[in-house]
């Protein structure tokens, strides 16, 4: 499982992916290296909060260390 980050801080991946969409709040991130792992996580969000009728939204932002998966609504 994937630790949620305040603030922006560092999180540690595992080897198989485990979204922790359903704990996060407006303005809690994780942090992915690659870029195409952080695109599909992006999506990822997307299906999810379609999926649970929620009018939640996810950002993709691009950080010194990698990219950040974002709940910004």
């Known amino acids: 499982m994937m630790q949620i980050d305040k603030n922006h ?3 540690k ?3 198989r992916l485990s979204y922790p969409f359903v704990k996060m709040e407006v303005g ?3 942090l992915l290296t690659e870029y195409k792992k ?3 996580a ?3 969000a997307l299906l999810f909060a379609r ?3 929620l009018e939640w939204k996810f950002s993709l932002r ?3 260390d990698g990219w950040r998966v974002v ?3």
């Open 28 to 30: 809690d991130s994780f």
């Open 62 to 64: 691009k950080v010194s």
């Open 9 to 11: 801080t560092e999180v």
């Open 38 to 40: 952080a695109e599909s």
């Open 51 to 53: 999926r649970k009728s």
């Open 42 to 44: 992006r999506i990822a």
């Open 71 to 73: 709940r910004v609504h």
């Open 13 to 15: 991946i595992e080897k």
